[in-house]
């Protein structure tokens, strides 16, 4: 990936160049260069966990939070940073009862 010397904007690839979508600043590629960066194409998919058979005690910490469709007063949650570092973690919540599922972001 290849950030805009001009605007700071990701850049694309367009054959041997990388071009800037929003300025259109252009630079040539370096094939050594991208030799070294990290590809998701390679990268395996994390697999969806099975938790249906799991006791409530092993699921994980549980606070007061309101589930929005059963009304319930308890819901185990978990912190995971989904957007970029410099922002802060959102918080996904499962119901205890109904298993329902939200999240909460920091704003």
């Known amino acids: 990936m290849e950030f805009c010397d001009e605007c700071g ?9 990388w071009i ?7 630079t040539p590629r370096d094939s050594e260069k991208e030799a070294a960066m990290t590809s998701t194409q390679s990268q ?26 059963c009304g319930n007063d ?11 570092a410099d922002e802060s973690e959102t918080r996904f919540f499962t119901c205890t009862e109904c298993e329902h599922k939200w999240r909460e972001d920091d704003h």
């Open 74 to 84: 308890r819901a185990f949650w978990e912190m995971k940073q989904i957007r970029a």
């Open 9 to 17: 904007s990701m850049m694309k690839t367009d054959d041997g160049m």
């Open 44 to 69: 395996e998919e994390s697999e969806v966990i099975d938790t249906s058979e799991v006791d409530a005690e092993d699921m994980g910490p549980t606070t007061g939070a309101k589930c929005p469709e």
């Open 20 to 26: 800037c979508g929003s300025c259109g600043y252009e």
